[in-house]
């Protein structure tokens, strides 16, 4: 099995950017589809971004559209997310997850099999 961890999280103010990484180990990255998810204090974790196992397909959250952008290096078995333009409200703890679906637009939490223990985002006003 796949073993997951980001990082990259942090402090930034209202309107920068922050990049994370998902090293993933144990496994060839490529093998699986790939998500991002958050969950902010006392919320649900809730669905950011995910791309395909080639790529070439990703799909995100209407919250984040535009202003993130997922992609992959299966050569380095790295996973990224690049958070430009950043509210307070995308404050919260980041996930990394891998999914063995091979089909299908994986947005759920139930559709992923292994997860990152997550960073922490914090955006201030």
């Known amino acids: 099995q796949v073993q997951l961890a980001e990082s990259g999280g942090g402090l930034v103010q209202a309107g920068g950017s922050l990049r994370l990484t998902c090293a993933a180990s144990?496994?060839?990255?490529?093998?699986?589809?790939m998500g991002w998810f958050r969950q902010a204090p006392g919320k649900e974790r809730y669905f950011v971004a995910t791309?395909?196992?080639?790529?070439?397909?990703?799909t995100y959250a209407d919250s984040v559209k535009g202003r993130f952008t997922i992609s992959r290096d299966n050569a380095k078995n790295a996973v990224y997310l690049q958070m430009n333009s950043l509210k307070p409200e995308d404050t919260a703890v980041y996930y990394c997850?891998?999914?063995?679906?091979?089909?299908?637009?994986?947005?759920?939490?139930?559709?992923?099999?292994?997860w990152g223990p997550g960073t922490v985002v914090i955006v201030s006003s």
């Open positions: 144990g496994h060839t990255a490529s093998d699986y589809a």
């Open positions: 997850a891998a999914s063995t679906a091979g089909a299908g637009i994986l947005v759920r939490r139930g559709d992923y099999d292994y």
């Open positions: 791309i395909r196992r080639s790529g070439e397909t990703s």
